[in-house]
């Protein structure tokens, strides 16, 4: 026979071995969609005009990036600049004039990093600031030059949830994770929109639009983006 407390030793295993299975189920169904979804879409391709979509970088990983890394830590933000970027005047299009691998233009991935640093994050889990900048670039190469969705509403929303957080009377109470968790949210939250939202992939049966309705989501591309972010998290130099 059991006791009381080994019969309740057994049922916490038995629900967090349950926990884990789904974890673990889910973890695969994110991992294989994405890569389904990544072969479907090897050219992202503007529907509404056929022209093949530009990213922001041409490659995913050039060969230049540890060069680009190597700038970027170098890279010194202006005092002003720095000052203005922890208000709600900084306005993140005022670099899109600027070529991306520019200095200008590596000044927004070097915003990242200090939003990071200066909410405590890269001292807290000890963040190697070549691996944040490395995974910052990889996502940026992930956004394509539409109007809206682009690298720089990514900074813009990443922006956002770094002064919501700093305007909290209290913010030090949300714990280091869940701000790590929010602003890497924000970073990769619209990689790869294409301009178009579900309604229409789901309607002309594209390619996200196929996938989606085999496996019964109407969420087209935050399943996507999703799948990304994962993809991009677990890959090689990012995590």
């Known amino acids: 026979t059991f006791?009381?407390?080994?019969?309740?030793?057994?049922?916490s295993f038995s629900s967090f071995a349950g926990i884990?299975?789904?974890n673990l189920k889910l973890y695969e169904f994110a991992t294989n969609a994405g890569i389904e979804a990544t072969a479907l879409m090897k050219e992202t391709t503007d529907y509404t005009s056929g022209v093949v979509l530009q990213r922001t970088l041409p490659?995913?990983?050039?060969k230049n990036v540890d060069d680009l890394i190597t700038r970027c830590l170098a890279l010194q933000?202006?005092?002003?600049?720095?000052?203005l970027s922890r208000t709600v005047n900084f306005n993140p299009l005022d670099y899109?004039?600027?070529?991306?691998n520019s200095d200008e233009g590596l000044l927004i991935v070097r915003l990242l990093v200090e939003l990071f640093e200066d909410m405590g994050l890269i001292n807290e889990f000890s963040i190697d600031q070549s691996v944040l900048i490395r995974f910052i670039i990889r996502c940026r190469s992930q956004y394509n030059n539409v109007s809206y969705h682009n690298f720089y509403h990514a900074f813009d929303v990443t922006h956002c949830l770094y002064l919501l957080l700093k305007c909290m009377a209290d913010w030090e109470l949300i714990t280091p994770l869940d701000r790590l968790a929010l602003l890497v949210a924000g970073i990769v939250h619209d990689m790869d929109h294409m301009g178009l939202n579900n309604s229409y992939h789901l309607r002309c049966d594209s390619p996200f639009g196929i996938l989606a309705s085999k496996t019964g989501q109407s969420s087209v591309l935050e399943v996507h983006h999703c799948n990304l972010a994962v993809q991009t998290l677990t890959s090689e130099g990012c995590n």
């Open 3 to 11: 006791t009381k407390e080994e019969e309740e030793l057994l049922e």
């Open 96 to 100: 899109l004039v600027h070529p991306p």
């Open 59 to 62: 490659a995913v990983m050039s």
């Open 20 to 22: 884990t299975l789904a």
């Open 77 to 83: 933000v202006p005092e002003d600049v720095l000052a």
